[in-house]
């Protein structure tokens, strides 16, 4: 007996509701595979929200985190 005749034969003699659950499992699984095979589709980074958020601030990111480092030290 092939693995797919066993599959059927088991799925079979299910009640139609869990027939229903098997068939939405394969399908998932299908989806799965099917994202697996696609390109990774990142967005480049300067695409990003967050890219350029300090350029509106008109602070300069370093000396802010100069600043701040600074001010741990003093604490530690």
Known sequence: MTLIEQ???LVSQLPPEKQS???EFVN???QQ???AAQ???RRPLR???A???WRERKIDALQYE???RAEWDQRA
């Open 7 to 9: 599959i059927q034969s």
């Open 21 to 23: 659950e098997a068939l």
């Open 28 to 30: 998932h699984l299908h």
């Open 33 to 35: 595979l099917a994202e």
């Open 39 to 41: 390109p990774d589709r």
């Open 47 to 49: 695409d990003h929200p």
């Open 51 to 53: 890219f350029g958020s």
């Open 66 to 68: 100069q600043a701040l």
